[in-house]
């Protein structure tokens, strides 16, 4: 949904939570501004109207200074809204899951610095909340659109139900807890972006994608099988696979990152690197499928029960997961 451009704006006495991104490095096309991805949560170019006046007076200009508001190129606001289904989340939970369900749907968005600016009961915060992410080496700038900000919230929106009924007794009191796997592979995802070192960050989005799997999975030929199952029927694929698990078991085990993990390969570091972009988009598919996706498929990932029988049906696995990927087909 676009949104009323005149309700972007913060209004005296109103919670709300804006991150304020510089230096974002991302393409936004036709992208109308402000676009409002679901109700009460807001992407722009630009923090929202009225924000000096909704704060003490006097109080953003002591605290952020004047060049820092000028140089913001990206903004994530979260407003509290008038629905009875308004989650929980914390307002800058809120935005921040959304920042990430960004860099799940549309890439990573690189950025040089950010700060959160929010308010509750009239209390003002400001911190710096988020840790630097980074786009790997041949990467392609990531595109926003209206379908990917909207499929985004969608992301943001089933991870904080996973979060809060994970958070929930009795799932707080087990040693297992509900959804545990996919909110592992989720901060698998988070670690990994913002890693700079391709070793570190192929080890984490593979383990993102084990995360979808079976507990059951164990080694190379279990993530090379279920795995196969998501890719179209090649053996550069298979191959691919194989590899980045060599060579997240190489980081693991704190082997080298080169020709001990790729016997044979004439080119080892040309190929991890490869595997390294490879893994980063399996693992963000692996995320926008499964969570972001039209279906609701949280069911399928509430505990290890639960997924052991998903993946059980190769033909449910399949029908949840759409259109087989080539991992082949990118850089």
């Known amino acids: 949904m676009d949104g009323n451009p005149n ?19 991302f393409s936004a096309g036709q992208l109308p501004d402000p676009f ?7 992407v722009s170019r630009k923090p929202p109207s009225g924000l000096p006046e909704a704060l003490p007076q006097n109080w953003l200009a002591l605290h952020v200074p004047l060049v820092i508001l000028q140089c913001v190129d990206l903004v994530i606001t979260a407003k509290k809204v008038a629905f009875p289904e308004q989650p929980a989340t914390p307002l800058v939970r809120r935005a921040e899951n959304l920042f990430w369900g960004i860099c799940v749907v549309a890439g990573i968005i690189q950025f040089r610095s950010c700060y959160a600016i929010s308010a509750k009961a009239s209390t003002p915060s400001i911190w710096t909340n988020l840790p630097r992410v980074y786009q790997i080496q041949g990467a392609t700038l990531p595109l926003l659109s209206c379908e990917k900000l909207s499929e985004a919230a969608k992301f943001a929106q089933r991870v904080e139900q996973m979060i809060e009924e994970w958070e929930s007794p009795p799932s707080k009191n087990s040693l297992t807890g509900l959804y545990l796997r996919p909110i592992s592979g989720f901060a698998a995802f988070q670690i990994g972006a913002q890693q700079r ?17 079976p507990a059951s999975v164990r080694g190379s030929d279990d993530f090379v099988k279920r795995g196969s199952s998501l890719l179209q029927r090649d053996s550069r694929n298979a191959n691919g696979l194989k590899q980045m698990y060599d060579l997240r078991s190489a980081t693991e085990h704190h082997r080298p990152f080169d020709q001990r993990a790729l016997p044979g390969v004439s ?6 690197m490869q595997r390294a972009r490879q893994a980063e988009t399996l693992a963000r598919e692996v995320l926008r499928r499964f969570v972001a996706g039209p279906k609701d498929l949280l069911a399928h990932f509430k505990d290890e029960t639960s997924l052991e029988n998903f993946w059980a049906s190769s033909r449910e696995v399949s029908q949840a997961w759409g259109a087989p990927m080539d991992i082949n087909a990118g850089p």
């Not at 704006?9 to 919670?15: F, T, Y």
Request: proline fraction near 6%; hydrophobic fraction near 45%; glycine fraction near 6%.
């Open 197 to 213: 070192e391709p070793a570190y960050r192929l080890h984490q989005f593979v383990r993102t994608v084990e995360a979808f799997m």
């Open 7 to 25: 309700d972007f704006q913060i209004k005296a006495g109103e919670d709300f939570a804006c991150i304020c991104f510089s230096g974002a490095e």
């Open 36 to 42: 409002e991805a679901e109700p009460g949560l807001w």
């Open 267 to 272: 080119n080892p570091n040309d190929i991890a």
